[in-house]
């Protein structure tokens, strides 16, 4: 197939950023406008992404190869699987809704927080498509720059120091991956392309090794305990968009990571490590889900909470049977919109009082239904109810948590009890009860703007958890290839 | 159209009269909401009994809407299961469903969240046909947290009661607990059946009833039975899962009657009976069930006893009838705990809907030590009351006499382990709630008139009913009849609560339930009754010469020495007996402790990992260590950093001496 489609996804935002920051902040209309252009733009690119896409096979499609540094042997080589596809799509639609939360709230510099949103956008979708070693690590690095720059520039009193805890961390996580990468392009015989790495036999010591230089970067990024301390702060200090992007879509690179590095490279390794990862994904839902318990902040109270799902997402990839996978990746597509909706949610009482105290609070419907309605539906999906997104990938991931052993799916069942408890826990003390205080009585509902956003997200929290066929429907293919590829040791 | 086309409107016309009334109730007004819900459950309720006639003729549907979700060889389908089990629950639910949307017309004229209650009420009567209507596990679970959502937002309905949303949160939570057995379950039949679809687990089962557990080591059967009975321990508010219940009395009277007594809380009487296939091959399981059914059914009984909150014996009292029911899933009677299950909807629905007639009358007081009185001025709502409670206690001829009789019986000839201790639980449970039933009776409607007295400070305990302020309280109090919209369903409900009884014979005998009950061949309790039955008045008249009935009657004539004889007395038994009356009033200690060990012990661990895990040792010891190892090696490195020549030079050559050294000795 000979398509530009993922060059596009990537560039189109990209490129688009450009005019944003020339036209500059003062010219406000004109930069929202044509940076809601460019997104929606973006987005509407992506889309033949999925209605083109072969189901039916399970390789590599769309794929695009030229080369890029012949001394080094690096390519430009793109192509998405049912694995990386919807990703790019939640990815591009995430950036159209961030462009519409930053509207009118963003009042300094709009047209480089625009901008950098923009940008951020075409790398991560170039994440998701990167099939060579160092294009993807430099999509991967340079990701970094946007969000460092959204959280120091616009965030709160505190920035500097969570952005450069969020710098450092996952920086100090990607050199290991470098030095994995440059190890397997000398042991593949001068290749930086991932598709040959999945082919490439590897010797158990080494296998160890990568899994772990892998395992540092990834877990980093997803996070995983105990290297996941970086998320709370710099959620409380991210602006509301920053918060939205990094939950969504940068918390999903990580695991990204093991399906498209780990398991398919290092494939006996990640069986003997298993444990190991099963084990910190446990504690994950479980000693993180208690430590949301007890948040006196909404920011890190959802912070807490996408550490608590993300473990199903890595409990899930190494339990090694088709439902644990598939769940895991419905999951990670579902808490892209429901952490971004609950960010947003928190984005809109922020917006009106300054304060994300959930003491702050209280009896927020009697003055805000619409939103109130809202948020308790962003709330039921973040609870896991059936019939919203939040069900299907945690259901998943517990049967196949059962399948294979029935104590980690015992383990990993808690979170109905425990994701229920800090939710909705929450939402009593902040939307419940008689008006609070003086602030609470003077909020203004939510308004056509912000209701659209939510709106949006709401739809797709639904759709979703009532019709989840179509999501899986393309992963399918995918993801036997995968399981099939890891079934296969590497060892001779 | 084709019946399923019928099927699928069954749960889609209260469905959309929910979406019209929730997100357009401000275009349609208050009558307009409330005609499109009624609308809704009205053909709801009309296709049910079409679909009964349809059944009735032999055809049974079970099929496929729409493939859900596909992964892993499992196949997640949405699908009906239209069967006589499921048709006689349809009927339940949507007349239910009916009455109690017609009465709240009456009961929440004055509040301003109207659309909103008619909104939850309809999504509610959806979700509940979604799960009674169910052919796979997955559906099941959906209608099952759905109604639990609904329960949620109803008991929150009054949301700004700090009690109110203290209740439907520990509701949630508490059916979180029963959820996550339930949830076990399914995972149990779908990693070792394949397949979630009822039919298909169902054939499977003389196979699973043979495999072991691979991790744990258990039986898998006795393990499915027991997680999935643990949710309906939640749902149906079995001890020790019952603690939410009480407090649910919190929302509005009418979602008492439907959603906390009628259907909602009989979920788990139908989701067993549904999986008798599944118990009937674990004696285990079937003696746990009866076990935890004896203990509810009594111990609940007893705190009825000392509640003056005339909502709160309602609800209490239903915990004990639902004791019954589960008594009755162990002893392998099905049949007879889904006919008491439907029994006890219509006379339960009559007792709550005439609780509610009964505190509209009374300006929203619930207490009952202050009305007494009440027959004069609310001849309706007490006849209708007085049905309800006569069935209650289970007295001949009324409908809970029948179902209540059987449910002892076969429970007296059940052969698990703990069937003796739940026959004894059955029968002290028959007096108890002989006496508790007529002391509402008496309290409320007899005696002396309290509530005039009792108007000056009423004013306190109503205060937070804002909603309802507009009339009442400055006045003397003169409580009236309710309204038509209110009487009417109650004496529509209360001709059910008196002859639904007599249809024993059809159904626990006439092989109602054709195949959609399994009941195996050694657990003979309800073949031996089916050769002793001879008729409703043969049952009758065997019933007067019985214990359960003189149990009943002196239950009643207690009550009636207690609350009309010697009205002092109560007040000295309570002071005599010390200690006993604490515990039924602190029943048995458990909100206290739950507060205390499960909240509070979930709070301090959270702070505890919090703490002491993540800004301690994390943060503290590992990333701000780590940052000041590498300040304290900097600091000693930059030591060396003197910019002194002679120092260089002489480390140049300690170190040129030390190389060469190594390198010479290195064979």
């Keep these: 197939m000979n398509s530009q489609l993922l060059s596009l996804a990537i560039w189109v935002p990209i490129l688009g950023a450009l005019p944003v920051f020339w036209i500059g902040s003062e010219r406000r209309t004109l930069v929202r406008w044509l940076s809601l252009a460019v997104a929606v733009a973006g987005f509407l690119v992506t889309i033949p992404l999925y209605t083109g896409f072969d189901a039916a096979q399970g390789g590599m499609q769309f794929v695009e190869q030229a080369p890029w540094i012949t001394r080094f042997n690096t390519q430009y080589f793109l192509g998405v699987d049912g694995i990386s596809m919807p990703f790019i799509l939640l990815n591009s639609l995430i950036t159209v809704l961030v462009v519409l939360a930053g509207w009118e709230v963003i009042e300094e510099k709009q047209a480089q927080y625009m901008g950098a949103f923009l940008v951020m956008s075409g790398l991560m979708n170039g994440i998701f498509s990167a099939l060579d070693g160092i294009l993807f690590y430099v999509f991967f690095e340079a990701s970094l720059i946007p969000m460092y720059i959204i959280i120091g520039a616009w965030g709160g009193p505190n920035r500097v120091y969570a952005a450069f805890k969020f710098f450092l961390y996952t920086l100090l996580g990607s050199l290991l991956m470098l030095v994995a990468l440059i190890w397997l392009f000398l042991e593949s015989g001068g290749s930086f392309n991932i598709l040959d790495w999945h082919q490439l036999p590897i010797g158990i010591k080494p296998q160890i090794l990568i899994f772990i230089a892998f395992l540092v970067s990834f877990a980093v990024k997803v996070p995983m305990w105990p290297v996941h301390t970086w998320l709370p702060d710099a959620h409380v200090e991210a602006p509301t968009g920053g918060s939205v992007v990094l939950a969504a879509i940068a918390l999903k690179l990580g695991a990204y990571g093991f399906v498209r590095f780990s398991l398919p490279i290092v494939p006996d390794a990640s069986h003997q490590l298993a444990p190991l990862i099963i084990a910190l994904s446990l504690i994950a839902v479980i000693y993180i889900g208690f430590v949301a318990l007890v948040q006196t902040d909404m920011k890190k109270l959802i912070a807490y909470s996408s550490i608590s799902h993300m473990g199903f997402v890595t409990l899930g990839f190494f339990i090694f049977n088709q439902i644990g996978i598939e769940g895991a990746l419905v999951q990670m597509i579902s808490h892209g919109f429901v952490s971004a909706a609950m960010f947003l949610c928190v984005g809109v009482m922020y917006d009106r009082m300054h304060s994300r105290q959930i003491a702050d609070y209280g009896g927020v419907v009697n003055t805000m239904p619409k939103f109130a309605a809202l948020f308790v539906f962003f709330a039921m999906a973040n609870s896991g109810l059936p019939a919203t997104s939040g069900f299907v990938g945690e259901f998943m991931v517990i049967l196949g948590a059962i399948k294979f052993n029935f104590w980690i799916g015992f383990a990993a069942a808690t979170t109905l009890i425990l994701g229920a408890a800090y939710t909705l826990w929450m939402v009593k003390r902040v939307v419940f009860g008689e008006v609070g205080n003086a602030h609470v009585a003077e909020l203004k509902d939510i308004g056509h703007r912000e209701f659209l956003v939510l709106g949006l997200l709401a739809v797709c929290v639904l759709a979703m958890g009532l019709y989840p066929f179509p999501f899986t429907e393309v992963m399918h293919a995918s993801v036997d290839n995968l399981l099939k590829h890891v079934a296969v040791s590497k060892l001779q | ?667």
Aim: some cysteine.
């Design chain 2, 1 to 667: 159209m084709g019946m399923k086309t019928l099927y699928l409107l069954v749960p889609l016309a209260p469905l959309a009269g929910a979406i019209l009334a929730g997100f357009f109730g401000k275009i349609l007004g208050r009558t307009g909401s409330h005609v499109v819900t009624i609308l809704g459950v009205a053909i709801s309720f009309v296709l049910s009994v079409l679909i009964y006639q349809d059944v009735q003729a032999g055809h049974v549907f079970n099929g496929a809407v729409y493939t859900w979700m596909q992964s892993g060889g499992l196949k997640l389908q949405v699908g009906f299961l239209i069967d006589p089990l499921t048709v006689t629950m349809m009927l339940v639910v949507t007349f239910v469903s009916l009455m109690v949307h017609i009465y709240t017309i009456g009961y929440m004229a004055d509040d301003p969240g109207y659309q909103r209650f008619f909104s939850y009420i309809s999504l509610f009567t959806f979700s509940m046909l979604m799960l009674v209507m169910s052919n796979n596990f997955v559906q099941l679970f959906f209608g099952w947290e759905a109604v639990g959502l609904v329960s949620y937002l109803l008991i929150g309905f009054w949301y700004t009661r700090p009690t109110a949303i203290y209740a439907n949160l520990k509701a949630f939570l508490v059916n979180r607990v029963g959820d996550f057995g339930f949830l076990l379950g399914i995972g149990l039949i779908a990693a070792y059946a394949g397949s979630l679809d009822y039919a298909e687990v169902f054939a499977k089962r003389n196979e699973l009833a043979t495999i072991t557990e691979a991790v744990t080591g258990w039986p898998l059967i006795t393990a499915v039975c027991i997680c999935l009975f643990i949710g309906a321990m939640g749902k149906s508010a079995q001890f020790p899962l019952h603690v939410w219940l009480p407090d649910s009395m919190e929302g509005p009277t009418p979602i008492s009657a439907l959603i906390h007594a009628a259907t909602m809380v009989t979920a788990g009487i139908f989701m067993v009976s549904r999986m008798s296939p599944l118990f009937e091959l674990s004696d285990t399981a079937l003696s746990f069930v009866i076990v935890i059914g004896a203990i509810t059914t009594l111990f609940m009984a007893l705190i009825a006893i000392v509640q003056t909150d005339i909502k709160r014996v309602v609800a209490y009292s239903t915990l004990s009838q639902l004791g019954y029911m589960t008594m009755a899933l162990g002893a392998s009677a099905y049949s007879v705990a889904i006919f008491h299950l439907m029994t006890h909807a219509f006379f339960k629905a009559v007792l709550f809907l005439g609780a509610g007639s009964v505190i509209i009358a009374m300006h929203h007081e619930q207490d009952m030590r202050k009305m007494g009185g009440l027959r004069k001025y609310l001849p309706i709502t007490y006849a209708t009351m007085l049905i309800g409670a006569l069935a209650n206690a289970g007295l001949p001829p009324f409908a809970g006499f029948f179902s209540k009789d059987s449910i002892i019986e076969a429970v007296h000839l059940a052969q698990v382990p703990g069937a003796g201790f739940a026959y004894v639980c059955a029968l002290a449970a028959v007096f108890v709630g002989g006496l508790y039933s007529f002391r509402l009776i008496f309290f409320t409607f007899h005696g002396k008139e309290r509530f005039r007295e009792a108007a000056h400070d009423a004013h306190g305990h109503a205060a937070h009913h804002d909603a309802h302020d507009d009339h009442g309280h400055h006045a003397p109090v003169e409580p009236h009849e309710s309204p038509k919209v209110v009487t009417v369903p109650l004496i529509l409900l209360s001709i059910p609560a008196i002859a639904s009884g007599w249809l024993i014979g059809t159904i626990l005998y006439g092989n109602w339930f054709g195949g959609a009950i399994t009941v195996a061949a050694v657990h003979k309790g309800m073949a031996t009754m089916a050769h002793e039955f001879h008729g409703v008045l043969g049952m009758m008249a065997h019933g007067v010469t019985t214990l359960p009935f003189w149990l009943a009657i002196s239950g009643a004539a207690t009550a009636w020495y207690l609350y009309i004889v010697r009205p002092d007395l109560p007040a000295v038994i309570k002071q005599k007996s010390g200690v006993l009356a604490t515990i039924l009033e602190e029943k048995y200690g458990f909100d206290r402790f739950n507060d205390w060990f499960f909240a509070g012990g979930a709070r301090l661990i959270g702070r505890g990992l919090w703490k002491g895990g993540d800004q301690i040792l994390i943060d503290g010891v590992m990333v701000n260590g780590s940052a000041g190892a590498v300040g304290w090696v900097s600091g000693l490195v930059r030591l060396f950093q003197t910019g002194r020549i002679y120092q260089y030079a002489f480390s140049m050559i300690f170190g040129v001496f030390a190389l060469l050294t190594l390198w010479f000795n290195r064979a």
